[in-house]
């Protein structure tokens, strides 16, 4: 190894971390900003919504008023399903980023080339079922009824599977980024957990039909899959100050 060689590799092993605390930011703000405009639409149909109805005239937990997937019969909630489908949109976004930010982590081993390509091909995947999934929403929203845009079950299932094995692949490498993967999993599942678990325990019952704050609960997790990526960032600049 030439002299001139060893700055070059210094100024490359500071670059890598410089961008990946840029890109983990960047994420982080995608889903922060996601979790802000789903946790909007969730108030306009729990409070909002909800409160102009004191006397329990209308059941807002009919399933004729969810917005995360509408589908007839179905009954527009103010700009919820506006609120939810563009929030699904920027944390596709966010996956992206994601994606980007580990990626710019300084790696050792062999396959480096071939595992970059892997975790590009995953986290295209989940972003092209959040895209559709939150473009349902949207134009169903602007439509003032649902639109014929039929998300791929089998897409959906790709980027279920592949939140969970980027979450794997990055459990030692990017342990925050493995975490928010984790976070995601409820979001890609089309909110699956908040329904199954979380909203009944912060209810206190299961409804019939949807359990009130699901989509308040789908929120948090993105939120906190922001966070965890404010985290990635701090640890990344960690590298480039050592």
């Known amino acids: 190894m030439s002299a001139v060689d060893v700055p070059e590799q210094r100024t490359q092993a500071i670059r890598l971390p410089r961008a990946s605390v840029t890109w983990s930011l960047i994420a982080a703000a995608l889903f922060l900003t996601s979790a802000a405009l789903q946790l909007a ?5 729990w409070v909002v919504f909800r409160g102009a109805f004191p006397g329990n005239k209308l059941s807002v937990e009919d399933h004729l008023y969810d917005y995360t997937y509408p589908a ?18 920027i944390a596709a ?5 994601m994606t980007i ?14 595992r ?14 959040l895209v559709m999934y939150g473009l349902r929403a949207l134009l169903s929203g602007l439509a003032g009824s649902p639109v014929a845009l039929q998300p ?14 980027l979450g794997v692949l990055w459990l030692f490498r990017a342990p925050a980024a493995a975490l928010a993967c984790m976070f995601l999993i409820d979001t890609v599942s089309g909110q699956l957990f908040s329904t199954l678990l979380m909203a009944p325990l912060v209810a206190g019952y299961t409804s019939h039909d949807t359990t ?31």
Do not use: N, Y
């Open 116 to 129: 970059i390509l892997l975790e590009f091909v995953i986290a295209a995947v989940i972003a092209s079922w």
């Open 152 to 165: 791929s079950g089998w897409l959906g299932l790709g980027a279920f599977v592949g939140v969970i094995a």
């Open 72 to 89: 007839e019969p179905w009954e527009s909630i103010g700009t919820a399903a506006q609120l939810f489908g563009a929030g699904i949109l």
């Open 101 to 114: 930010a580990v990626v710019s982590m300084p790696r050792k081993g062999s396959h480096r080339g071939i």
């Open 212 to 242: 009130p704050w699901t989509e308040t609960v789908g929120a948090l997790g993105t939120g906190a899959a922001g966070i965890s990526m404010i985290l990635a960032a701090v640890w990344a600049h960690r590298v480039v100050t050592d």
């Open 93 to 97: 976004g966010g996956v992206l980023a």
């Open 41 to 45: 639409a969730s108030l306009q149909r």
